[in-house]
């Protein structure tokens, strides 16, 4: 037993994470996600709604705890609008929603004075695209006729991604991705996560969608890089903060914003994929 708790400890240090507790907080996910999908699209939708939302503000504590004051609530609302009129709406609606959703904000940012305006207004913009416009493209894909399908494709990215990557660089990383952005990132656990994630995806096109198996292939391309980029881009935000994690909201994650970080991006990046390869199926 001894053995197994060094073992364990062993694997947390390496990795940053409580193993166990992640393992569970994800499973408790996945669970949601696709109970709340199978019972009804709008529902999980919802839950998609709420998570960004949750994300919006641990994002927007941190421009607080730098210093940089935004209109917390106004932007957490506008972010949800934009992501509940992708439901109705469709790419159009977010269009026009997220255009209302900046001019109110700017007047707001306008209201606290001229010091720092460039700053929050940087700042207030990139909150809103980056969490509302963007992962209004999970929206999308659930609101679709194959939203269960689709949606399903995506976890299985981006969870593939995340998992292999995870294990194997835990086990073989050694030569550092982006040491200046994510430390424990390396090109051993990419190639795991990239082996993984193109053959599942090839499998899961012919599987879920009856599409050629080498569209999957490159969705899973496509979808990797995007996984990347997402996850590196949280990693910025934060080593620009001087966190570790977002929040503390879910246990072996850290916030939510860290366990949605890789779908914000592979999101948009699989439903163009979709829409440009459409003639191709």
């Known amino acids: 037993m001894s053995d197994l708790h ?14 166990v507790s992640s393992i569970l907080i994800a499973l408790v996910l996945l ?11 709008f529902l999980f ?7 960004f939302a949750i994300a919006t503000h641990e ?21 949800a609008s934009i992501m509940l009129t992708a439901w109705f709406a469709g790419p159009q609606g977010v269009l026009i929603a997220a255009t209302i959703a900046l001019f109110l904000n700017l007047i707001v ?18 909150t809103l695209l980056y ?9 999308f894909l659930a609101a679709d006729g194959d939203g269960f399908a689709l949606v399903s494709l995506l976890v299985i990215i981006v ?33 795991g996560g990239f082996i993984a994630t193109v053959a599942v995806s090839a499998y899961s096109f012919e599987a879920l969608l009856e599409k050629p198996w080498w569209l999957g292939l490159c969705a899973g391309f496509v979808g990797v890089i995007a996984a990347t980029f997402g996850d590196l881009i949280e990693s910025a935000l934060k080593r ?3 966190i570790k994690d977002m929040s503390s909201f879910l246990p072996g994650h850290g916030g939510m914003f860290d366990r949605i970080d890789s779908a914000t991006l592979t999101a948009p990046a699989l439903w163009i994929f979709l829409e440009l390869t459409k003639t191709l199926s």
Do not use: C
């Open 109 to 126: 940012v306008l209201g606290q004075g001229p010091e720092g305006f460039a700053k929050r207004s940087a700042e207030s913009g990139f």
């Open 240 to 242: 620009d903060f001087g």
């Open 159 to 191: 969870a593939f991604n995340d998992t292999f990557a995870y294990l194997t660089g835990v086990l073989f990383g050694r030569h550092r991705m982006a040491p200046m952005l994510s430390p424990k990132k390396s090109w051993e656990g990419f190639a």
């Open 131 to 139: 969490l509302g416009v963007l992962p209004s493209f999970i929206v």
């Open 31 to 41: 669970a949601i996600i696709f109970s709340t999908l199978a019972l009804a699209p």
């Open 59 to 79: 994002l927007i504590s941190a421009y607080a705890r730098s210093g940089v004051a935004l209109h917390h609530w106004l932007i957490v609302i506008s972010n």
């Open 6 to 19: 060094a073992i364990n400890d062993a694997i947390n240090k390496r990795a940053g994470r409580k193993l």
């Open 45 to 51: 939708a919802l839950v998609v709604i709420l998570a």
